[in-house]
């Protein structure tokens, strides 16, 4: 059976630090620890529109191979290259990791994206410290933008047909 409290005892009861102090703390920081394979690599999956990007990272040189394929020879638009880089770039690590990667999907801007997301997480799994750098800058959020389904009774997503008064 439970027992009735005043409303003045319950008043009482916050105000006093002894019972404050029974709450536990909800917050916790959460530990990123080091994920390397038995070769020295880190993975990671990265996406952007209908592209998906498995990347594996280690320490090296520098080079990029993409599908078997170097990254000139893949992205053959400097802007796509430059937009692999950029988490290297930004944590002051150019040339000091070896890229390989295989992507699926999508055009070649949305694997170019796909590829720097999975990059910059394959890069926070081999060094957790790079974490607030890489997430500061955004590069460990998925861009969730992605084309618009169309709609029936027109021919494209928000394309209408052609309106004619007479």
Not at 94 to 116: H, P, R, Y
Not at 129 to 151: C, I
């Amino acid at each position: 059976m439970t027992e009735k409290v005043s409303l003045n005892e319950l008043k009482g009861a916050l105000n006093n630090p002894v019972a404050n102090s029974v709450s536990v703390s909800t917050e916790t920081k959460r530990e990123y620890v080091r994920k390397v394979d038995s070769l020295g690599r880190s993975y990671a999956t990265g996406k952007r529109k209908d592209a998906v990007a498995r990347v594996w990272i280690k320490a090296g040189s520098g080079k990029v191979v993409v599908n078997g394929k170097s990254q000139e020879e893949y992205f053959k638009r400097a802007v796509l290259r430059m937009m692999l880089n950029q988490p290297f770039e930004v944590t002051n690590r150019e040339n000091s990791f070896d890229v390989m990667c295989t992507i699926k999907g999508g055009g070649l801007s949305g694997q170019a994206g796909a590829l720097k997301h999975g990059i910059s997480k394959a890069l926070v799994s081999f060094e957790p410290e790079l974490r607030p750098v890489l997430k500061k800058e955004g590069f460990l959020t998925r861009d969730s933008r992605v084309v618009e389904r169309k709609k029936y009774g027109k021919p494209k997503a928000r394309r209408s047909f052609q309106f004619s008064k007479r």
